[in-house]
């Protein structure tokens, strides 16, 4: 019988490669830590479903692995955390953990909040630490203007506020 007929083992070549770990220090706020905590808990109780499927379920060794893979992940995501507080920061500065309120040459405000690679959500205003915004904001005080080097173009940006969570 010809090799082209015969099923290979499942198994081979199904290997996924492992999710890449940011090259930075894995800086997190105590908040952002919990929530790691929380996703790995989530992982690991789907993982618990999968490896004990109920009645004649079949096991998708795809999502099994890769499952397997994101809980990895996160773990090492969680050991290399180093958990920064933000109340601890210099009031009069942007750092980490900030709340920054900026205002640009239009009169438009918004809000920044300065955060771990983990945490970040641009729609929500969350940004990573290592962004260049974020690291357009670092350092700067109230009063200072700071230059956001974006893609559509340079935007002046003034710094209203900078507030830190108790």
Do not use: C
């Not at 004990?52 to 060794?61: F, H, S, T």
């Not at 180093?82 to 900026?102: S, Y």
């Amino acid at each position: 019988m010809s090799r082209a007929f015969v099923k290979e083992n499942d198994e081979q070549g199904n290997e996924l490669p492992e999710r890449p770990q940011s090259p930075y220090p894995n800086h997190i706020t105590p908040a952002g830590l919990e929530a790691l905590h929380q996703q790995l808990a989530t992982l690991e109780e789907a993982h618990k479903r999968m490896a004990a499927p109920v009645g004649n379920e079949l096991i998708d060794q795809d999502a099994k692995h890769a499952l397997e893979r994101d809980i990895r992940y996160v773990q090492d995501r969680i050991a290399r955390a180093i958990v920064i507080d933000p109340a601890a920061q210099p009031k009069d500065r942007v750092a980490f953990g900030a709340t920054v309120e900026t205002e640009d040459e239009e009169g438009t405000r918004r809000r920044f909040q300065i955060v771990g690679e983990d945490e970040a959500d641009a729609a929500v205003g969350k940004l990573s630490w290592v962004s260049p915004l974020a690291r357009a904001l670092t350092d700067a005080t109230v009063g200072d203007a700071v230059i956001w080097k974006r893609p559509a173009g340079d935007l002046e940006l003034d710094i209203l506020s900078i507030t830190y969570p108790d």
